[in-house]
């Protein structure tokens, strides 16, 4: 990592971070649900494994198994989900260091089988079923079935850890009671073939905590793999309006330096074109207006859109690579070049402020 001095920086909470793994884990806990901590929105900082460690969730889980690696080179004893199917590629890597994979592909367990062999490891499989948001898993029930039998039945290595779903990914698929309900007839399907419970039954990530907090998730169901809820709680709140008790927003926060302040018109001057992304935006002429520019832009936080200043009376007019246009006219902050502003942020730009070099953090 490079030494960024001064700004832009990120301010990370870990305490608040941490009362809403704690919070989570007892909300889910309540419903037998046991919490899988995601870190891949934070680019596996190892500070927020810790936390989540500390708040009790039952395993670290990241779609990278880099940031897996990492956990179990820190030297955590807690066991690690690889949440992106795994790639070929990785295999080798996925049974040495991780104890429980999402699967999709019975290509791929053979392999993973293969690899197991080699070191004599054995590793947990849940395979996926896709209830309708189209991103990974299988689409019918019966071939996630025999898959599982094959593994059950066949496979020395390769455990048969459980089934999962995702939801509300690519297809923005709402989990409800009835597709919920569809993995918990297949995991009882599985469950009756194999006699034996099966240890997870993992019904999605934070947009299943509505049904947790409404109690009307189904039984069955023991496992979610939550990131967002516990390490910003905006889109239960600002999105699905659920409101869950004590958790908090206060986790991330960005501040940037003002590097002009000046009057200007706020629709360009001359003839229009292209933008620097090659995009013909649209401006609304509002007359000459106070427009600060910071120094922090896309390739920082990507979505200034998912930036929500502090300064209610400012508005983000628009970004580059590399700045940021604020609309101050209405503020009755009297800033001055040289001065910061502050911002909370949705999932996307928490995601890339986390893993920019040139971003410093603080804690
Ligand atoms: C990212 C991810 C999660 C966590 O999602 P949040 O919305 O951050 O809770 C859960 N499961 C899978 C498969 C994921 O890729």
Redesign the pocket.
Known sequence: MKKVKGFPALHIYKENIYENAKCVVELCGKHGIGVSG?I??VNGLQIVTEKFIQAGCTQIAS?RMEQLIDTKKHGYMIDTML??IPMKSELNDLVKHVDVS?NSESETIELIEKACAKIGKSHKVILMLDLGDLREGFFHAEELMDLAMHIENDLEFVKLGGVGT?LG?YGSVKPTVENLGALCIVAKNIEDRIGRKLEYVSGG???TLPLVVSGEVPEGINNL?????ILLNMDMPELWEVHIEGLNQDTFLLEAQIIEIKKKPSYPVGELFIDAWGNKPTYEDRGVRTRALLAIGKQDFVMHDKLIPLDGGVEIIGSSSDHLIIDIENSSVGYKVGDTMKFKMF?GPMLHLCSSEWVRKTY
Do not use: Q, W
């Open positions: 995601v891949k929105g779609s949440l992106r999402l995702n990914c990530a934070t947009s793999r939550i990131g967002e809820a999932y």
